[in-house]
């Protein structure tokens, strides 16, 4: 049975919320780039899940926030905060490649 691009999505987000440090989080979405990079996509729809999965970790940080012990929270902070800035990066990959191929 094939996986949604949501049903990955929520995938990653629950590998991240056990994920050990910043270093696995990035490790982890440079797999989902090469996922995604591999998979018949456009690079809208690639932007598409990037942006969502971004989404998710905005909510994510959010509702932790109040809910975990301050230990916890500060280990996952970490780890949500390099997961949100490797996605920044793949989507400014995104971009650039864009800005390429158009020219």
């Known amino acids: 049975m094939a996986v949604t691009l949501e049903g990955y999505r929520i995938q990653v987000i629950e ?6 440090g910043a270093a696995r989080a990035r490790d ?3 797999e989902v780039n090469t996922v ?5 996509l456009s690079r809208a729809v690639q932007g598409e899940f990037w942006a969502s999965l971004n989404n998710d970790l ?3 940080t ?3 926030k109040g809910v975990l012990r301050k230990e916890a929270a500060g280990a996952l902070e970490v780890v949500l905060t390099a ?21």
Request: glycine letters at 4%.
């Open 36 to 40: 995604l990079a591999s998979a018949p």
């Open 58 to 60: 905005d909510i994510l």
């Open 83 to 103: 997961a949100q800035g490797a996605v920044l990066e793949y989507q400014r990959r995104l971009q650039s490649d864009a800005g390429k191929s158009t020219d």
């Open 62 to 64: 959010e509702e932790l």
């Open 28 to 30: 982890l979405l440079a």
């Open 15 to 20: 590998q991240l919320k056990v994920a050990r």
